[in-house]
């Protein structure tokens, strides 16, 4: 336990690079090739376990963003699906980092092969070998903390869904150079980020992550990777389900931390978490902020992508929280 702060924090500055590499792959005429063959979506389906349910879940809120009709479900649950209710939808995405999970087999077996996208990062794993389209995610060996294979297949899933929903555009590869950079100025900065988060959490001991739509996933993601990681207790709960809350949620020790798109700072269920005496910390592109702080400037990328600097910021918090 005493080594996961330094190895969160190694893991942590490893990823711009995968980032940058998982770029130039598909900015390359063979990852421009892969991209061109995924179809136009009508009903899509992502799945994944642990780790790649919450990217699962990201995806498929991108795609409802972008007027898709996705659902994202477990590859556990989904394998006791009945096969006529698997075989209405268009695609089946599977994102595994190892691609050979105990329940890759058993749900492969219950699918067209020529409907299943592949995200992993073992190009010769089971799942890379079975599906149609096989998407790699260049991330590098990882061993433990899989940060680089969870960024790169976020980052993915988002090329991916752009391309199922007929939006791309040509921005994608200044988009991610952007994040890249946001990323960089972060992990550079992070002195001044766990000072940031020390100045807004105080002696809280106990902390609420929540948020919407896809905010919601991150919420779970952060504070499910906290509770493997540090000893403060956490929990996620979806914001629109905290209502009936708020007076429990008031008092000494306890913090609740909202995933936001800039600029909401006049959200109604803000404002009355505060007025019930809520210690409410908004987190906006990485950054936590207090109620009154100044605006930030907003982050220059696509909204889908400021989640993973809302990830990368939970990650450093982990190494705060055991100092």
Same mark, same amino acid.
């Given at each position: 336990?005493?080594?996961?702060?330094?190895?969160?924090?190694?893991?942590?500055?490893?990823?711009?690079?995968?980032?940058?590499?998982?770029?130039?792959?598909?900015?390359?005429?063979?990852?421009?090739?892969?991209?061109?063959?995924?179809?136009?979506?009508?009903?899509?389906?992502?799945?994944?376990?642990?780790?790649?349910?919450?990217?699962?879940?990201?995806?498929?809120?991108?795609?409802?963003? &972008?007027?898709?009709?996705?659902?994202?479900? %477990?590859?556990?649950?989904?394998?006791?699906?009945?096969?006529?209710?698997?075989?209405?939808?268009?695609?089946?995405?599977?994102?595994?980092?190892?691609?050979?999970?105990?329940?890759?087999?058993?749900?492969?077996?219950?699918?067209?092969?020529?409907?299943?996208?592949?995200? =992993?990062?073992?190009?010769?794993?089971?799942?890379?070998?079975?599906?149609?389209?096989?998407?790699?995610?260049?991330?590098?060996?990882?061993?433990?903390?899989? &940060?680089?294979?969870?960024?790169?297949?976020?980052?993915?899933?988002?090329?991916?869904?752009?391309?199922?929903?007929?939006?791309?555009?040509?921005?994608?590869?200044?988009?991610?150079?952007?994040?890249?950079?946001?990323?960089?100025?972060?992990?550079?900065?992070?002195?001044? $980020?766990?000072?940031?988060?020390?100045?807004?959490?105080?002696?809280?001991?106990?902390?609420? &992550?929540?948020?919407?739509?896809?905010?919601?996933?991150?919420?779970?993601?952060?504070?499910?990777?906290?509770?493997?990681?540090?000893?403060?207790?956490?929990?996620?709960?979806?914001?629109?389900?905290?209502?009936?809350?708020?007076?429990? $949620?008031?008092?000494?020790?306890?913090?609740?931390?909202?995933?936001?798109?800039?600029?909401?700072?006049?959200?109604?269920?803000?404002?009355?978490?505060?007025?019930? %005496?809520?210690?409410?910390?908004?987190?906006? #592109? #990485?950054?936590?902020?207090?109620?009154?702080?100044?605006?930030?400037?907003?982050?220059?990328?696509?909204?889908?992508? =400021?989640?993973?600097?809302?990830?990368?910021?939970?990650?450093?918090?982990?190494?705060?929280?055991?100092?």
């Amino acid at each position: 336990m005493k080594q996961i702060p330094q190895i969160v924090d190694a893991r942590a500055m490893q990823q711009p690079q995968a980032l940058k590499d998982l770029s130039a792959y598909y900015e390359s005429s063979m990852g421009k090739s892969l991209l061109e063959r995924i179809p136009l979506g009508e009903k899509i389906l992502f799945s994944g376990e642990g780790a790649d349910y919450y990217i699962a879940c990201m995806a498929a809120a991108q795609c409802c963003r &972008f007027g898709l009709d996705a659902r994202s479900v %477990g590859s556990r649950e989904l394998i006791a699906w009945p096969e006529a209710l698997l075989a209405q939808f268009s695609c089946v995405s599977i994102i595994s980092a190892s691609g050979s999970n105990s329940e890759i087999a058993p749900l492969l077996n219950k699918l067209n092969p020529a409907k299943v996208i592949a995200l =992993t990062n073992n190009p010769d794993s089971l799942l890379a070998n079975r599906a149609g389209l096989t998407l790699p995610l260049c991330a590098g060996l990882e061993n433990g903390f899989g &940060f680089k294979s969870q960024t790169n297949a976020l980052v993915l899933a988002w090329l991916m869904s752009r391309k199922l929903s007929n939006v791309i555009d040509g921005s994608e590869a200044e988009q991610l150079k952007r994040l890249c950079q946001h990323m960089q100025i972060m992990l550079e900065g992070k002195a001044a $980020l766990f000072e940031q988060w020390q100045a807004c959490l105080g002696n809280s001991d106990r902390l609420f &992550f929540t948020g919407a739509g896809y905010h919601a996933v991150t919420a779970e993601q952060v504070a499910d990777f906290l509770m493997g990681s540090s000893a403060i207790r956490c929990t996620a709960v979806r914001l629109g389900s905290l209502k009936q809350y708020y007076e429990k $949620l008031a008092g000494a020790g306890l913090a609740v931390i909202v995933f936001q798109d800039a600029g909401n700072e006049n959200d109604p269920d803000l404002q009355m978490m505060q007025e019930h %005496g809520v210690t409410v910390i908004r987190v906006e #592109g #990485g950054f936590p902020m207090l109620p009154g702080a100044p605006l930030r400037p907003a982050v220059s990328i696509a909204a889908e992508l =400021t989640s993973l600097l809302d990830i990368l910021s939970g990650q450093l918090l982990s190494v705060f929280l055991a100092k």
